[in-house]
T-cell receptor, first 113, second 109 residues
């Protein structure tokens, strides 16, 4: 099993550009999450999904959108990139929503200039 | 909103010294999880504590969950270079993980 995979690993965007961060998991987990981690900081939840077709906002959703058309895929869309979105983005998945470890992808390092 | 405070932010130790990080939640937690993130890596699950007063050990690592289920600690005995990284606690409350800011373990050369 590959676990959670993310693409791309690195990306530089110009202000105002858009992009989609890809996330795929092969563990048949219903629950998936997007986090951002700013330098020297903890993880902040952007969006999460409890199953295909169901998504909800986390702590810092502004400037992002998600979709969940399949159990495996949970892409994160950045519209009109801003320097404040410079961060490392982690996708994660879990078997249950509570009391269940989260498995993380390797992350996407995004810089907005 | 719910918060999990984690201290210290950094701890510098000589190899062989002990390391401890503490987490405090503003609310009672269902459980607490601990993760380790190596430099440049992603968080990796270490353990989950569920019961009030629970203590679990993994070799040189000791995890504790407070009696009121609002605080937790991770203690590493006799640190090694392989322990370097950032240790995060994540409190589970209302089916969402609330993450502490992490404690970075730095081994002095």
């Amino acid at each position: 099993n590959a676990g959670v995979t993310q693409t791309p690993k690195f990306r530089i965007l110009k202000i105002g550009q858009s992009m989609t961060l890809q996330c795929t998991q092969d563990m048949n987990h219903n629950y998936m999450y997007w986090y951002r981690q700013d330098p020297g900081m903890g993880l902040k939840l952007i969006y999460y999904s409890v199953g295909a077709g169901i998504t909800d906002k986390g702590e810092v959703p502004n400037g992002y959108n998600v979709s969940r058309s399949t159990t495996e895929d949970f892409p994160l869309r950045l519209e009109l990139a801003a320097p404040s979105q410079t961060s490392v983005y982690f996708c994660a998945s879990s078997y249950r929503v509570g009391g269940s470890e989260q498995f993380f992808g390797p992350g996407t390092r995004l810089t907005v200039l | 909103g719910q918060q999990v405070m984690q201290i210290p932010q950094y701890q510098h130790v000589q190899e062989g010294e002990d390391f401890t990080t503490y987490c405090n939640s503003s609310t009672t937690l269902s459980n607490i999880q601990w993760y380790k993130q190596r430099p440049g890596g992603h968080p990796v699950f270490l353990i989950q504590l569920v019961k009030s007063g629970e203590v679990k050990k993994q070799k040189r690592l000791t995890f504790q969950f407070g009696e009121a289920k609002k605080n937790s600690s991770l203690h590493i005995t006799a640190t090694q270079t392989t322990d370097v990284g950032t240790y995060f606690c994540a409190g589970d409350s209302n089916y969402q993980l609330i993450w502490g800011a992490g404690t970075k373990l730095i081994i002095k050369p």
